[in-house]
């Protein structure tokens, strides 16, 4: 899969299984247990979400579940950080939007 | 509110009773207290919010230098496996995928997992929750595309994906010289690193090794707008004047897709606050430390510290602190034994001896203002 390191001079990546799920009602792929943060960055996909006030695109920053910069719906829950919500096999995850739309 | 209160589950288990010393944070300084409190005899529970131990050293594939008993020549994954096989070895009580919300009346504090809130609670807490990068503020800076370095260390290091194609760098203390080694090996062409000072902030050997990769260090410069649509496709940088004014003219536009901000980290002291421990504001310590004495204790006879939390240093001073506090906790339970003070002696003449570098005057500085 592209966007993923696959050769490193010091590591090395084990990895889950690769599993489908759904963002935005597209298809991707991506490995169970890693966040879905990474899965989507992998996929190309670096806006996560709608600023409420302003519509400003928002994207992955911290990491470490402290700047909710990543929050998004995840199964019908609102503000999931998915920065470090492991991925599961299935999951339907969206957009949050701001206030205008 | 009566669902929250129905959230709040009983989840009391046996497991989680009877708890000497509590230590929020498993990373290099939780870990190393956890490890000295219950060697000593302790009973210990670490909690930390993610699904693996060992905090920021899970990224960290440079190797670390100093003497041999600070893991020199060790890459810092590695001394996270280290800490973490030792943590199972000691039979250590682990809450993993587990963040600690609030400090509560009687001592308590609240603990989310899996979407239960549950109480726990232990004689003594040892707080080593780390710290969380700066943000500056620039034009656009909430651009996707504009990450802390210490997030895309993560995302390239620990989950192996890459941030992007070519990176600019904003800020050369060590971290700011050390991912873009890293964005280098993992195939991220790295554009520049931009440093408002007139001299490099971080270590020589880093900044050298750096230099050597061909990455040009572009002191008396910094960042005015991430330009793009929906993700950073420039960086606009300027050159500053001697009270760090823009100089006008000398504006520059580096194409990019990855804006790494590295300026440095902010103590995590929420909890703190609100346990009601002293909060001092000390700039060579980070900003907003939790006061602490050479033992680690806070203004609380019941909470200690260690690690960035305290002061915002390097992995290997994390460790030393860590151990002071698991030895000094232990001590506060259950008095003073000749292998505690050893062990706390030790760790304080090591924490000297790396702090009376020249490079690290700013730290003695900061501490004796605490």
Redesign the interface.
């Known amino acids: 899969m592209r966007?993923?390191?696959q050769e490193?001079?010091?590591?090395e990546?084990k990895?889950g299984k690769k599993v489908k799920f759904s963002f935005e009602g597209k298809e991707i792929e991506g490995y169970e247990?890693?966040?879905i943060a990474?899965a989507l960055?992998?996929a190309g996909v670096?806006?996560?979400s709608f600023?409420q006030k302003y519509d400003?695109?928002?994207?992955?920053?911290?990491?470490?579940?402290?700047?909710s910069?990543c929050l998004m719906e995840v199964d019908g829950r609102p503000n999931v950080m998915v920065?470090?919500e492991?991925l599961k096999a299935g999951m339907n995850v969206k957009r949050q939007k701001g206030q205008k739309t | 509110m009566i669902d929250d209160k129905q959230r709040i589950q009983n989840f009391q288990t046996p497991k989680l009773q009877n708890l000497d010393i509590c230590i929020i944070g498993g990373g290099p300084a939780g870990l190393e207290a956890a490890i000295v409190a219950r060697s000593l005899g302790s009973r210990v529970l670490i909690i930390d919010d993610n699904p693996v131990l060992g905090g920021q050293l899970i990224k960290q594939t440079h190797k670390f230098f100093g003497s041999k008993a600070h893991y020199c020549g060790v890459r810092g994954v590695n001394i996270a496996e280290i800490l973490s096989k030792e943590i199972q070895a000691q039979n250590i009580e682990v809450l993993d995928n587990a963040t600690v919300v609030g400090y509560y009346d009687d001592d308590i504090i609240g603990v989310l997992r899996q979407d239960k809130l549950f109480p726990v609670k232990a004689k003594v807490y040892i707080f080593a929750t780390g710290a969380s990068e700066n943000m500056l503020a620039f034009e656009n800076s909430d651009l996707p595309g504009v990450y802390g370095a210490g997030a895309v260390q993560t995302m390239m290091n620990v989950y192996g994906v890459v941030p992007g194609k070519r990176a600019v760098v904003i800020g050369s203390g060590n971290i700011g010289l050390i991912v873009p080694y890293q964005l280098l090996q993992a195939g991220v062409e790295v554009a520049a690193i931009v440093e408002i000072m007139d001299k490099i902030g971080g270590y020589h050997v880093h900044a050298a090794k750096i230099k050597r990769a061909g990455v040009p260090i572009m002191l008396k410069h910094t960042i005015i707008e991430a330009q793009g649509k929906e993700c950073v496709e420039a960086a606009r940088i300027s050159e500053v004047g001697g009270k760090y004014e823009c100089l006008l003219g000398t504006e520059k536009t580096i194409e990019c897709d990855t804006i790494l901000i590295a300026i440095g980290l902010s103590p995590l002291c929420e909890l703190l606050y609100q346990a009601g421990c002293r909060i001092d504001y000390v700039p060579e310590l980070g900003g907003h430390v939790p006061y602490h004495t050479e033992d680690m204790i806070t203004t609380k006879k019941n909470i200690f510290v260690c690690g960035d939390l305290a002061c915002i240093e390097e992995a290997s001073t994390a460790m030393l602190e860590g151990k002071i506090a698991g030895a000094k906790a232990h001590e506060a339970l259950f008095g003073i034994s000749r292998k505690s003070i050893e062990v706390a002696k030790q760790a304080k003449h090591e924490l000297a001896m790396i702090r009376s570098s020249p490079f690290e005057q700013r730290i003695t500085f900061g501490l004796s203002k605490l």
């Open positions: 966007g993923y390191l490193h001079p010091i590591l990546f990895r247990g890693l966040p990474a960055h992998a670096k806006v996560l600023s400003r695109p928002r994207g992955f920053f911290c990491a470490v579940g402290k700047c910069s920065c470090m492991p």
